[in-house]
């Protein structure tokens, strides 16, 4: 039962998605991925183990005091989009083994990016203020992206 349950998922969903042209599959990847992230940021949030406000620190890079959030956010899924785009057409054949691994292993870019450029945020040249720097925002910020890559792999899958 499980097993028919299965093979019939697999022809109605995974079959049709992994036909889908590369740039829609890695387009709402990267979306996909962008939503889980930013939902394992608001559970961090609520739980108290984080402070950290993505949309906030996005948004204050156009240093427009209106709409901060909702720019930040923009900014923020259309990052997630390009990422899910650079991994499809310049990672993903590269890589080794299924689609989440493949996504674990591209989803260190990005945190690699981030520890040469959370130092900044700590001298306070950039996003001055909107986000708190130290041990366990470096931690939570690779833990995010790793989050996002492991969706972005699931979703973009394997062929």
């Known amino acids: 039962m499980v097993e028919r349950a299965s093979t019939t998922l697999h022809t109605r969903v995974a079959v049709p998605w992994m036909a889908l042209p ?4 890695a387009t709402v990847a990267g979306v996909a991925a962008t939503f889980a992230m930013t939902a394992w940021i608001y559970l961090t949030q609520a739980a108290g183990v984080s402070q950290l406000e993505v949309a906030r620190a996005l948004g204050t890079l156009f240093g427009i005091q209106e709409n901060v959030v909702l720019i930040g956010t923009a900014v923020h899924v259309v990052i997630g989009v390009i990422l899910g785009l650079i991994y ?7 890589l080794p083994g299924p689609g989440w691994t493949r996504g674990l292993v591209y989803s260190l870019l990005p945190t690699t990016f981030v520890g040469i450029f959370m130092p900044l ?6 996003f001055s203020g ?16 790793l ?4 969706v972005l792999g699931l979703f973009y899958g394997t062929k």
């Not at 499809?88 to 590269?94: C, D, I, M, P």
């Not at 945020?121 to 950039?126: E, F, P, R, T």
């Not at 989050?147 to 492991?150: Q, R």
């Open 121 to 126: 945020v700590a001298w306070g040249l950039v």
């Open 130 to 145: 909107a986000i708190a720097f130290g041990a366990l925002a470096a931690t939570m910020w690779i833990v995010n992206q």
């Open 147 to 150: 989050v996002y890559g492991l």
């Open 88 to 94: 499809a057409y310049g990672f993903y054949e590269l």
């Open 22 to 25: 590369t740039f829609w599959r």
